[in-house]
């Protein structure tokens, strides 16, 4: 869609009608949060982060002078492979997905969701909006988000738990407050794992749910919905039922590379953040580092900013001068990590827009144009 709301001629038909996906229009509401969650971003950057640091920003500036255009390459290059590794994930959450079309889908939903505060909703979009133009159904889009997305959930979590392990017992290893907090978030996934796997399991509890959701949530939805379908009813019940078999479906197939696809992005990305301060110099035990980077990615949770910026490299600052860094190269580190890995995406995601854009697409077999679906209608 152009920016005046019109569509573009180029775009297949299974995008323009009413039942294929579309990206959200902006609103004035959208836009006003965008900037805010940018102008408190630039905010943190600008002025806590020095202070946080206890630096300027000359000294800052003067570390950066260390990173050459060799280095700038392998740190591009080690992005460009972590983002490879999590394309096992999303094929092994949606089957029949290509490992390239993941990376596209990947890169361009992550920079619409970089772009405001607590952004996922305009990653999920995107993922449905592409996804449905290569021709899946609803219900396989759906069960890929949310399996993918209680991966995601507990690769963030147990990331702290795995720092805090890998440092000693000592309580001066970590910050109280984010030893807590790190414990807080262990104990938030693993209940979000034994509700996940209860659901999968347990039938009885599905349909216990299913019938709740119909009760009191499905008359809700008809109250609120637009359109077409405006004051029916819609069968949750029966949706949650279908999910959960999906579901089950999706992880007893998916689970491995799904899991060594997560492992292998953090696992590259960490490789990212030790090179990013090892050639700036500073020369922390790689357990310090991997416990900072872990409550790095855990803080990218906040959705106070885009993806947590500002947030997550003042937290990651304040952790690694606890542990004795020189605050001036920890601090470039920072912003240089952040750059990598969440400014630089918004290009990429640019590129995988255009690629998208150019990409052949397919009608979903749920959809009325579909010859299968029962309520096609042959052209004349």
């Known amino acids: 869609m152009t920016t005046d709301g019109s569509q573009p001629e180029s775009l297949p038909a299974e995008v323009l009608d009413d039942e294929a996906p579309h990206m959200p229009k902006p609103t004035w509401r959208t836009f006003l949060s965008a900037i805010a969650g940018i102008g408190l971003a630039a905010l943190l950057i600008i002025f806590v982060l020095p202070w946080v640091g206890g630096v300027t920003w000359h000294e800052i500036f003067d570390s950066f002078s260390k990173i050459g255009w060799l280095t700038c390459l392998e740190l591009f290059g080690?992005?460009?492979?972590?983002?490879?590794?999590?394309?096992?994930?999303?094929?092994?959450?949606?089957?029949?997905?290509?490992?390239?079309?993941?990376?596209?889908?990947?890169?361009?939903?992550?920079?619409?969701?970089?772009?405001?505060?607590?952004?996922?909703?305009?990653?999920?979009?995107?993922?449905?909006?592409?996804?449905?133009?290569?021709?899946?159904?609803?219900?396989?889009?759906?069960?890929?988000?949310?399996?993918?997305?209680?991966?995601?959930?507990?690769?963030?979590?147990?990331?702290?738990?795995?720092?805090?392990?890998?440092?000693?017992?000592?309580?001066?290893?970590?910050?109280?407050?984010?030893?807590?907090?790190?414990?807080?978030?262990?104990?938030?996934?693993?209940?979000?794992?034994?509700?996940?796997?209860?659901?999968?399991?347990?039938?009885?509890?599905?349909?216990?749910?299913?019938?709740?959701?119909?009760?009191?949530?499905?008359?809700?939805?008809?109250?609120?919905?637009?359109?077409?379908?405006?004051?029916?009813?819609?069968?949750?019940?029966?949706?949650?039922?279908?999910?959960?078999?999906?579901?089950?479906?999706?992880?007893?197939?998916?689970?491995?590379?799904?899991?060594?696809?997560?492992?292998?992005?953090?696992?590259?990305?960490?490789?990212?953040?030790?090179?990013?301060?090892?050639?700036l110099g500073v020369n922390l035990p790689w357990v310090n580092l991997f416990a900072a980077y872990a409550i790095g990615r855990l803080l990218t949770a906040v959705g106070v900013t885009p993806g947590g910026v500002g947030i997550t490299e003042t937290g990651t600052l304040a952790v690694l001068k606890a542990w004795g860094a020189d605050p001036a190269a920890a601090a470039a580190g920072v912003l240089l990590f952040g750059f990598f890995t969440h400014i630089l995406e918004l290009p990429l995601g640019a590129i995988g827009w255009l690629a998208w854009w150019k990409s052949p697409k397919e009608t979903p077999r749920d959809h009325t144009d579909h010859p299968d679906h029962p309520d096609h209608v042959p052209a004349t």
């Open 78 to 279: 080690l992005v460009v492979l972590g983002l490879w590794c999590y394309t096992f994930t999303l094929t092994g959450s949606l089957p029949g997905l290509s490992h390239i079309r993941a990376l596209i889908m990947n890169v361009s939903g992550s920079a619409a969701g970089n772009l405001l505060p607590g952004g996922g909703a305009a990653g999920v979009a995107t993922t449905y909006l592409m996804a449905r133009s290569w021709g899946f159904v609803r219900r396989e889009i759906s069960t890929s988000i949310i399996v993918s997305g209680v991966w995601n959930v507990l690769a963030r979590v147990a990331l702290p738990l795995l720092g805090i392990a890998a440092l000693s017992l000592s309580e001066n290893a970590l910050p109280p407050s984010v030893r807590k907090a790190a414990w807080w978030g262990g104990i938030t996934g693993l209940l979000l794992l034994t509700a996940f796997i209860a659901i999968l399991v347990s039938p009885k509890l599905t349909m216990t749910v299913a019938g709740w959701l119909d009760r009191w949530v499905a008359p809700v939805f008809a109250r609120v919905r637009r359109g077409k379908k405006k004051g029916q009813v819609p069968a949750l019940g029966e949706l949650i039922v279908d999910q959960r078999s999906r579901m089950a479906n999706v992880t007893r197939t998916g689970w491995l590379p799904m899991t060594l696809g997560l492992v292998g992005f953090m696992g590259v990305y960490f490789i990212l953040f030790w090179r990013t301060f090892n050639a």
